[in-house]
């Protein structure tokens, strides 16, 4: 994916938990990854979200 602030190339760790804030490491935007099982077919959509620092105390 791409960072949705500095448009560079993030590379994820596989191992990254869910709706665990990451940091971009361009331009240190943090975002998340929001899951929506919400989808009739089933699969689960990734949405990334930017966050900002009142946002991110809600993550700590
Ligand atoms: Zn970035």
Same mark, same amino acid.
């Given at each position: 994916?791409? $960072?949705?602030?500095? +448009?560079? &190339?993030?590379?994820?760790?596989?191992?990254? *938990?869910?709706?665990?804030?990451?940091?971009?490491?361009? $331009? *240190?935007?943090?975002?998340?990854?929001?899951? *929506?099982?919400?989808?009739?077919?089933? &699969?689960?959509?990734?949405?990334?979200?930017? =966050? +900002?620092?009142?946002? =991110?105390?809600?993550?700590?």
């Amino acid at each position: 994916m791409h $960072c949705l602030n500095c +448009d560079e &190339a993030i590379v994820f760790d596989d191992q990254l *938990d869910n709706n665990e804030p990451f940091q971009c490491e361009h $331009c *240190d935007q943090w975002m998340v990854i929001e899951l *929506d099982e919400g989808s009739y077919e089933g &699969a689960i959509k990734q949405n990334v979200i930017m =966050l +900002d620092e009142n946002n =991110l105390e809600d993550y700590s």
